[in-house]
């Protein structure tokens, strides 16, 4: 038989228990922290001694309405599929994936003042050819390694136009890497059958996805490929309609 604890200790354990809702989201979104909230909303729900209940009616009520609204943002944070993604352009404009449906993408994660920086002409090239046979390129500016894409929109703009004559599509400045990776790139390191290594992070700047025509992630290239090596895929998506 389960003997009543002293009112006073039994809140200040269901306080200490519940105590990580006042920390940070990257706490709160993690399995293991999870897995604790799931563990106290099952305690919660089973109730307590009437001894208990004058002082944790509130309080249950609050922690389930707060678990479930962690819940939701937790999962609502994935995209389903390549077409449900948003970003912004680097002018600040929305950019919707849907818009992609049907087209052969090719995402890359770019900087401005990388070893491999000069692959932006390649890419261009790429975009001239092939961008009237629904073909096109979203370059991704990223300052994560070793800080080589430090300007703002308007610095990266001016470097990409007047330096390479880039003309294809260059979105917001993202992190591809860690508690603040864009949903784009989230996307492509999980829906990528290719690692690159023991881990699906992105290694280097100018890292490259291809997606076909159904917005299946088809491949994934490592930063020493060049755009030219990924010519000979491009234009076997399109010679199948993007049938594998």
Request: hydrophobic share 35%; glycine share 6%; with cysteine.
């Amino acid at each position: 038989m389960w003997s009543s604890p002293s009112t006073s200790t039994a809140v200040t354990l269901i306080i200490i228990t519940i105590s990580p809702l006042a920390v940070s989201k990257r706490f709160v979104s993690s399995t293991l922290n999870l897995a604790t909230l799931t563990a106290t909303t099952r305690l919660l729900r089973t109730g307590f001694p009437s001894l208990l209940a004058p002082h944790c009616n509130s309080l249950r009520s609050s922690f389930l309405t707060t678990t479930a609204s962690i819940r939701t943002f937790t999962m609502s944070t994935d995209a389903a599929t390549f077409y449900d993604l948003k970003t912004k352009t680097l002018d600040g404009k929305d950019f919707d994936f849907a818009e992609l449906r049907g087209k052969v993408v090719l995402i890359v994660n770019v900087a401005s003042k990388c070893g491999f920086t000069s692959q932006y002409k390649g890419l261009e090239e790429i975009y001239q050819r092939f961008k009237d046979q629904n073909v096109t390129i979203l370059g991704f500016p990223c300052n994560q390694f070793g800080g080589q894409e430090p300007g703002g929109a308007e610095e990266i703009a001016t470097f990409c136009s007047t330096t390479y004559q880039v003309t294809f599509p260059i979105m917001e400045k993202v992190d591809v890497n860690g508690n603040d990776e864009s949903p784009v790139f989230k996307y492509l390191k999980n829906n990528s059958s290719k690692t690159l290594g023991l881990f699906s992070r992105i290694k280097w700047n100018f890292e490259k996805f291809l997606i076909d025509q159904n917005g299946k992630v088809v491949h994934r290239y490592n930063s020493t490929a060049s755009p030219e090596s990924i010519i000979p895929e491009i234009e076997k998506l399109l010679a199948n309609g993007g049938q594998n």
